[in-house]
């Protein structure tokens, strides 16, 4: 079992985000919203157990936190629960506010661990995949948007800025692999779309830190955000070689995030009709996890969901996991 698990409870927080969002901007009802985030909770609980059982059981914990291709991954264990705070907080901001800032804490200890684990580390260049834009990019621009919906601007504004720097750096380390180095194994291929998440993650907490106006840094990030959408498009012969497995879920809240970007602009665009138009990309998005959800739970059933499944430990490298199924 390998952390890249917790990509599903990240993908189901993402459409709910979407959801209450549209919620926010054009009243749609709260109920799909609330619904989901305890689906999401649910499911992070799930796994979280189940991951922990299982690493403890193999005694493999600290090979996870240092193997070069699923550390990254391991993040999500608490950056997940920094979106659940943010849902909790509308319904019970005390409990909200505390869920949040322990995951919070959490969040920049674990990237601030992994960034200097990185910097010691042997990695070759080919190691490095988009997964590594989740603890610090990922965590930070999360850790914005929320720390701006509880009210707290200058933390709001100095998670952005951890966010975005880091997104600088490693960004720029990941695209040179992306552009340079041999193609990703099959197995992370899919990890490409989180290429994706950054614009969109940016602005959408951009919106909750500027009152949700359109200005040059919200109108810069969306650019970006389209190039990397249009990405996407020549991409999908490339997706539909992977076989199916967690990975898949990579796909899932960096779409959603994109999803709620284009929420947020109906909204602050005041665009006729825009009620309708959200409709439409909540119908759209909610099937797509949805069909993804369904996937999942008929190839678990089938015991043919995760690699390796008779293994006691992970591939440890990029060249073992080329070689998973």
């Keep these: 079992m390998t952390p890249n698990v917790f990509g599903t409870s ?8 979407a959801w209450s969002t549209a919620h926010a901007v054009s009243g749609v009802p709260r109920w799909p919203a609330d619904t989901l985030w305890i689906a999401a909770a ?10 922990a059982t299982n690493v403890l059981r193999a005694g493999r914990l600290r090979a996870d936190v240092n ?4 550390a990254p991954f391991t993040a999500l264990i608490v950056i997940v629960p920094m979106l659940l705070g943010i849902a909790l907080g509308g319904h019970a901001r005390a409990a909200g506010e505390i869920v949040f800032l322990t995951a919070l804490v959490l969040t920049v200890a674990a990237g601030s661990w992994f960034s200097g684990q990185w910097i010691i580390a042997d990695l070759q260049l080919a190691q490095w995949h988009p997964g590594y834009l989740l603890p610090t990019v990922a965590g930070g621009l999360i850790a914005a948007g ?3 919906a509880f009210g707290y601007d200058t933390l709001a504004m100095v998670m952005f ?13 990941i695209l040179v692999r992306l552009f340079t180095a041999p193609a990703l194994p099959m197995a992370l291929r899919p990890t490409i779309a989180i290429e994706m998440a950054p614009p969109v993650v940016a602005g959408n907490a951009w919106f909750l830190l500027n009152g949700g106006h359109i200005d040059a840094v ?8 389209a190039l990397m959408a249009l990405i996407q498009l020549r991409l999908i012969p490339v997706y539909r070689q992977v076989p199916f497995g967690p990975g898949w879920w ?14 947020n602009w109906l909204g602050a665009e005041q665009t006729p009709g825009r009620t309708a138009w959200i409709t439409v990309l909540l119908a759209v998005l909610t099937l797509a996890v949805t069909a993804l959800g369904i996937r999942t739970v008929q190839h678990l059933a089938n015991a043919s969901y995760l690699p390796h499944a008779n293994s006691t430990s992970p591939p440890s490298t990029v060249g073992d ?5």
């Design 42 to 51: 649910g499911i992070w609980l799930a796994t979280l157990i189940w991951y």
């Design 10 to 17: 990240f993908g189901v927080c993402g459409l709910a985000q």
């Design 321 to 325: 996991l080329a070689k998973s199924p």
């Design 218 to 225: 919200a109108a810069g990030l969306a650019g970006y955000a």
């Design 250 to 263: 990579a796909y899932s809240f960096s779409y959603a995030a994109a999803f709620t970007l284009a929420v």
């Design 146 to 148: 929320g720390s701006a």
């Design 67 to 70: 193997d070069p291709v699923f």
């Design 161 to 173: 800025g951890y966010g975005a720097i880091s997104w600088l750096v490693l960004g720029s380390i």
